[in-house]
């Protein structure tokens, strides 16, 4: 496992929890029915997005910042874990696991950024 790997999928949550923690004054007065969404920030700018199909109600449900937090909570637990794995290399040995794979899986959904290397993607 580098430490370069681990600190860009780091950033990388840490970058996912600070959009999410700008939103959680929005997401409070998230509301919908079954065709309609609508995001308000009364405090900023009233309304913040509409979304009138249900497709779209629930992508934007699915990205909901609580959601996106508790995501980022748990990704942060399973790289202290998989840090741990590796200081004890004969244990990940015993469980048959690839912890490079796993890192390279967890740095996939940040291959568009602009700090993203090849060489960290997973093979095939």
């Given amino acids: 496992m580098t430490a370069a790997r681990l600190a860009f999928i780091r950033a990388r ?3 996912d929890r600070q959009v999410a923690n700008g939103h959680e004054q ?3 007065s998230w509301h919908a029915d079954d065709c309609v969404m609508e995001v308000r920030d009364d405090a900023n700018a009233g ?5 009138y199909r249900a497709g779209d109600l ?8 609580a959601r996106v937090l508790v995501e980022v909570a748990s990704k ?4 202290d874990w998989l840090e741990q794995m590796q200081d004890r290399a004969s244990d990940a040995d015993f ?5 490079d794979e796993a890192l390279s899986l967890l740095i996939l959904p940040y291959a568009d950024h602009s700090d993203f290397r090849l060489e960290w993607a997973p093979e095939g």
């Fill in 13 to 15: 949550l840490q970058e």
């Fill in 26 to 28: 929005a997401s409070a």
């Fill in 47 to 51: 309304t913040v997005a509409t979304v």
């Fill in 58 to 65: 629930t992508h934007v449900v699915r990205h909901h910042p």
């Fill in 76 to 79: 942060e637990r399973l790289l």
């Fill in 95 to 99: 469980w048959g696991f690839d912890i």
